[in-house]
């Protein structure tokens, strides 16, 4: 039977030297408390110290909240760190940008899943997910810093084909958090948007020896939640700490508690504000344009998430079904603050089913922001000098779509006009996003597989990968092929025989276009 203590008391139960793991997206999953006790403890005594982090996604607001509160505690507490999206923890960032703990990213499918396999004692999980991209042990290995020595990725051939293995390892604690504890420890998840992988976690840490720490925000008597609500049962929780601060457990970064995300409630379409009406909203319409009746469509974090917006204000969220990579079927996906939650979702899968999903080739579009793009087509999405992100789950999501679109404005920094058909200039753009070699490889052009379409859409153009090189194929109206587009690239793109001009309807304040590319 589970023990219920403080956060402090459950900080004090981490061992020093411990493998910790968490589940989770944003807030979701996030024990707040018990982070800040942990903190708190390392900062009065020295212990817990010298921990091992994994994490599956990014863990935090952005701002004060999430993983970060491990890194206010300076250096010491937290020496090696992996996680598929690493960049929500600013302090932690800073720390391994500055070369004092080691950090690898490494995809989020691959590491929701790989719990699974420790939990099972398989010795890792193999994946053509990664190759070609910096997880690749040929180009860095997942390695974000140069004082990264540890080697979590090998490159090994099964049946004559190229795999990357990512091995197991041994799981000392599983820091967790639900909505609901009954006497006897089982958790339910009844606020929270996302099913994380919660229990795949507990089980890893379980059958490694390890111990599993909870921290909720109710506790209901013993047999009072329905067998079916249970998401991780008793037998596997060791500790549960009943958070006494409500700013320890938001559902998600921006918000508290949207009912809307986890089902209680289902929210009028009409009070889902639309996009406000600039270059992006463009960006968003034409990369609409692409999908079909009847798709099932993953959307990214940034600018794609509110690729739903653009087809819910037209009237068509119907036509297709929207997903995102934690669990979310079905719904309007939600952008920043409350990424990978969504307003009234059809369904809620576990976050490692969706991957399952995903990486079978389940999905007929997804829709992923731009980094920086080079002649060869890749995508670095993951790692600008100080700013080291991660990939969260693009590369999983890259790997098995057959149409992949990759979408962002052309300059960054530039400032624009859109309206009357057309988008104007009003200054250019600082920084360059189509460059001659991208500084690390998120999606790799040359792995991308033959019968996969890959777009990249901008407020400017649109180009596509073929033949291996990135080919301009559309341009906006009104705008200079040279000065325009080729004097801000850093290589020549491939220009289309049949190069075409932009739907200027996209680039007036009201559209009401979409249906006809959808049917």
């Known amino acids: 039977m589970a023990e219920f203590v403080t956060a402090l008391e459950a900080a004090k139960k981490i061992p020093d030297h411990a493998t910790l793991g968490l589940a989770g997206m944003g807030l979701s999953g996030w024990p707040e408390e018990i982070g800040c006790a942990i903190r708190d403890s390392f900062k009065e005594s020295g212990h817990p110290c010298d921990l091992n982090l994994k994490q599956g996604s990014a863990m935090g607001d952005w701002k004060e909240r999430g993983a970060t509160r491990l890194g206010e505690a300076g250096e010491g507490l937290i020496t090696r760190w992996s996680g598929a999206h690493v960049g929500s923890a600013y302090s932690l960032r800073q720390m391994a940008y500055e070369n004092k703990i080691q950090c690898h990213c490494l995809p989020q499918g691959v590491i929701v899943n790989l719990w699974r396999e420790i939990a099972a004692g398989r010795p890792g999980l193999i994946s053509k997910v990664g190759l070609g991209t910096f997880v690749d042990p040929r180009v860095n290995g997942g390695k974000m810093n140069t004082c990264t020595t540890d080697e979590l990725v090998e490159l090994v051939e099964f049946n004559g084909e190229e795999y990357l293995f990512y091995k197991a390892f041994k799981l000392d604690v599983a820091l967790l958090r639900g909505t609901i504890a009954d006497e006897d420890g089982n958790i339910s998840f009844e606020h929270e948007s996302i099913f994380n992988e919660g229990l795949a976690v507990a089980t890893a840490a379980k059958n490694s020896g390890g111990i599993v720490i909870v921290q909720v925000e109710y506790v209901t008597k013993s047999g009072t939640i329905r067998p079916k609500d249970v998401k991780i049962p008793g037998i596997m929780v060791d500790y549960v700490v009943v958070a006494t601060n409500k700013d320890a457990c938001w559902q998600a970064e921006g918000v508290y508690y949207e009912p809307a995300f986890s089902g209680q409630i289902r929210k009028p379409l009409k009070a889902i504000e639309p996009l406000p009406f600039d270059e992006r909203k463009v960006v968003c319409r034409r990369c609409a344009m692409e999908l079909a009746k009847g798709n099932i469509v993953n959307l990214g974090v940034g600018m794609p998430a509110d690729v739903s917006k653009v087809v819910a204000e037209e009237g068509l969220i119907d036509y297709i079904t929207m997903t995102t990579e934690s669990g979310m079927v079905g719904g309007v996906p939600s952008a920043l603050p409350n990424f990978g939650s969504a307003y009234n979702p059809e369904a809620t899968l576990e976050h490692g089913s969706m991957f399952d999903f995903i990486d079978g080739g389940g999905l007929d579009v997804t829709c992923l922001g731009i980094g920086e793009i080079d002649e060869e087509g890749n995508n670095n999405v993951s790692k600008f000098g100080p700013r080291l992100t991660g990939p969260g789950g693009f590369i999983n999501i890259t790997t098995s779509t057959p149409k992949v679109i990759f979408c962002g404005t052309f300059m960054g920094k530039a400032k624009l006009k859109a309206g009357d058909g057309k988008v104007q200039i009003l200054e250019e753009g600082k920084v360059k996003k189509f460059v001659k070699s991208v500084e690390q490889i998120t999606f790799s ?74 049917m």
């Not at 777009?455 to 596509?464: D, H, P, W």
């Not at 080919?471 to 289309?496: C, Q, R, W």
């Not at 049949?498 to 200027?504: P, Q």
């Open 445 to 518: 052009g040359k792995y991308a597989k033959d019968s996969q379409e890959i777009l990249y859409i901008t407020e400017r153009a649109v180009f596509k990968l073929i033949d291996g090189k990135v080919s301009l194929i559309e341009i906006a109206p009104g705008l200079d092929i040279k000065k325009d587009i080729l004097d801000n690239m850093d290589f020549v793109p491939e220009i289309s025989k049949d190069l075409k001009e932009m739907d200027k309807e996209i680039f007036n304040e009201t559209w009401g276009g979409l249906k006809k590319y959808m």
